[in-house]
């Protein structure tokens, strides 16, 4: 049998908060000043509430990209920002 450099495979952060830390950690941005999680069968919906919208615009486009379905309501610096991922 030939041994050969596999990678393993890394499952999806289990958090937004997992997401935006490294490795197994957990960042919790202070810009996530009211937080609230809802599960469903098989997805989980977190719902942050800020009144710093422009603080939070960076995280929020790294979530984007690493998978996270972002929807954000503003009133000029306040939003709700819903982020969810299918379980």
């Known amino acids: 049998m030939h041994s050969q450099n596999i990678t393993p ?6 958090t937004p908060y997992h997401s935006l830390g490294g490795d197994a950690t957990m960042r ?3 810009w996530a000043q009211h937080r ?7 997805r989980t919906l ?4 800020t009144d710093t919208l ?4 960076r995280d929020l486009a790294r979530l984007d990209r690493a998978g ?3 929807a954000v309501e503003s009133d000029g ?4 920002i819903a982020l969810s991922r299918a379980a």
């Open 9 to 14: 495979i890394r499952p999806a952060p289990r």
């Open 28 to 30: 919790i941005p202070e």
């Open 36 to 42: 609230s999680v809802y599960r469903s069968a098989g």
């Open 46 to 49: 977190y719902v942050v509430e």
């Open 54 to 57: 422009p603080e939070a615009r």
């Open 68 to 70: 996270w379905n972002v």
């Open 77 to 80: 610096a306040a939003a709700r």
